[in-house]
């Protein structure tokens, strides 16, 4: 085993929205003591990246590797979690997809809050009785790990998916969550992401599901670096 191998590993999550912070952390804090999670507000660090690709998986991986890329030299070991998450409309074919953060028409220079980008959605729906949606989040992570062998490093990339069903309600409903939450419908529960607890999304979202799916794939990379899940008193 590498004498790196206990080494604490920081995963970094490559997003400036602190409600996903508040979401994600509980979820990644699990895996392992040797894990360590940080925000980039945290470390100082609060960027917006472009979101220029034509999809989902293109997004969330540009994000991962700008964030890998910045903050390699300060963490040796270490982990850039990014996602991007749709909500896509049937009715809308598919809209507002990857554009959904930022879908109300707004002046240059000027992002959507998330009342705008409600407000938007429901005037696109008026008058649509055809109201079925899915959430979709597609999460990414690049890494570099201790190695099997010898003191170096095992750099690697994974992306994986969470998709919920539901509908779009016509108008919001409940008062938690963030975003589109008010609106949608889960078709398992019979109420919209705005009237549950965090607690109880988090055991069901599209974003739950695409970290439970990371969560085994870094656990069987773990596995295969043969690096204990035990963490040490290594300092950071």
Do not use: W
């Given at each position: 085993?590498?004498?790196?191998?206990?080494?604490?590993i920081?995963?970094?999550?490559?997003?400036?929205?602190?409600?996903?912070?508040?979401?994600?952390?509980?979820?990644?804090?699990?895996i392992?003591?040797?894990?360590?999670?940080?925000?980039?507000?945290?470390?100082?660090?609060?960027?917006?990246?472009?979101e220029?690709?034509?999809?989902?998986?293109?997004?969330?991986?540009?994000?991962?590797?700008?964030i890998?890329?910045?903050?390699?030299?300060r963490?040796?070991?270490?982990?850039?979690?990014?996602?991007?998450?749709?909500?896509e409309?049937?009715?809308?074919?598919g809209a507002?997809?990857?554009?959904?953060?930022?879908?109300?028409?707004?002046?240059?220079?000027?992002?959507?809050?998330?009342?705008?980008?409600?407000?938007?959605?429901?005037?696109?729906?008026?008058?649509?009785?055809?109201?079925?949606a899915?959430?979709r989040?597609?999460?990414?992570?690049?890494?570099?790990?201790?190695?099997?062998?010898?003191?170096?490093?095992?750099?690697?990339?994974?992306t994986?998916?969470?998709?919920v069903?539901?509908?779009?309600?016509?108008?919001?409903?409940?008062?938690?969550?963030?975003?589109?939450?008010?609106?949608?419908?889960?078709?398992?529960?019979?109420?919209?992401?705005?009237e549950?607890?965090?607690?109880?999304?988090?055991?069901?979202?599209?974003?739950?599901?695409?970290?439970?799916?990371?969560?085994?794939?870094?656990?069987?990379i773990?596995?295969?670096?043969?690096?204990?899940?035990?963490?040490?008193?290594?300092?950071?």
């Amino acid at each position: 085993m590498s004498n790196t191998a206990n080494s604490q590993i920081t995963i970094i999550l490559a997003t400036s929205n602190r409600d996903k912070v508040k979401e994600l952390r509980p979820l990644l804090e699990s895996i392992s003591p040797l894990f360590r999670v940080s925000a980039l507000h945290e470390l100082g660090r609060e960027i917006e990246i472009d979101e220029t690709e034509k999809t989902l998986e293109g997004n969330a991986l540009l994000k991962a590797r700008a964030i890998f890329d910045l903050l390699a030299e300060r963490f040796p070991f270490m982990i850039a979690l990014a996602d991007d998450t749709g909500l896509e409309v049937d009715s809308l074919n598919g809209a507002p997809g990857i554009y959904s953060a930022r879908y109300a028409p707004m002046a240059e220079g000027q992002s959507p809050t998330y009342k705008d980008n409600i407000n938007h959605l429901l005037h696109c729906m008026t008058g649509i009785t055809e109201r079925s949606a899915r959430f979709r989040t597609v999460l990414a992570m690049k890494g570099a790990l201790p190695a099997l062998q010898g003191d170096g490093t095992h750099l690697f990339e994974k992306t994986a998916d969470g998709i919920v069903y539901g509908a779009i309600t016509v108008e919001p409903i409940g008062d938690e969550g963030f975003g589109y939450d008010p609106l949608f419908l889960v078709d398992s529960t019979g109420k919209t992401y705005a009237e549950m607890s965090m607690a109880e999304k988090n055991s069901l979202s599209h974003r739950s599901l695409a970290v439970q799916k990371a969560i085994a794939s870094l656990r069987e990379i773990l596995e295969e670096q043969n690096i204990s899940q035990t963490a040490s008193n290594t300092p950071v």
